[in-house]
T-cell receptor, first 114, second 109 residues
């Protein structure tokens, strides 16, 4: 396997459920990111991890809880979500957080909140 | 504030040339990225410009003018598979990416 893998690809959940999104990168990168992508809106950066340490948390509601156990794995734990949280959640990785290093994205998890 | 502007949607004909513009306003600047995103798929890296001028990669070229806060992506010899969204993202002084909303490119036969 190569690249960035996200599971599940699709998730439907009720507002009271708890679920987790998983991301794994096989590129040897040391930075990982969670983004939210809504239709016709710019990508919204949610969380950044560099060498497993969280370096960015862009005012994300506490119902989203990230976890980075190592440089290759990233999770997004979901709890008591709202309908407006329905979106595509993208994971990305890069070699470091500076300079012209491109981010490599997974195919995303399409999340629908009932 | 920081802002990226790019057209919402463009239409072009197979075999033709199309230019997708992007203007940016950021706190500091450390380069600009273009990504391609097909529907239901991951964004994929196309180009990175940090110096003024044109960078060519096969059918795709990207241009940057730092003084004007302006970039464009030029696609030549358009193919149906080029139908996708094209995302512009500028890097600010903290090396954080500021993303545009993307330009949906529709290619017609």
């Amino acid at each position: 396997e190569t690249g960035v893998t996200q599971t599940p690809r699709h998730l439907v959940m009720g507002m009271t459920n708890k679920k987790s999104l998983k991301c794994e990168q096989h590129l040897g990168h040391n930075a990982m990111y969670w983004y939210k992508q809504s239709a016709k809106k710019p990508l919204e950066l949610m969380f950044v991890y560099n060498f497993k340490e969280q370096t960015e948390n862009n005012s994300v509601p506490s119902r989203f809880s990230p976890e980075c156990p190592n440089s290759s794995h990233l999770f997004l734990h979901l709890h008591t979500l709202q309908p407006e949280d329905s979106a595509l959640y993208l994971c990305a990785s890069s070699q470091g957080g500076q300079g012209g290093q491109p981010q490599h994205f997974g195919d995303g998890t399409r999340l629908s909140i009932l | 504030g920081q802002n990226i502007d790019q057209p919402t949607e463009m239409t072009a004909t197979e075999g033709a040339i199309v230019q997708i513009n992007c203007t940016y306003q950021t706190s500091g600047f450390n380069g600009l990225f273009w990504y391609q995103q097909h529907a239901g798929e991951a964004p994929t890296f196309l180009s990175y410009n940090v110096l003024d001028g044109l960078e060519e990669k096969g059918r795709f070229s990207s241009f940057l003018s730092r003084s004007k806060g302006y970039s464009y992506l030029l696609l030549k010899e358009l193919q149906m598979k080029d139908s996708a969204s094209y995302l512009c993202a500028a890097t600010d002084s903290n090396y954080q990416l500021i993303w545009g909303a993307g330009t949906k490119l529709i290619i017609k036969p």
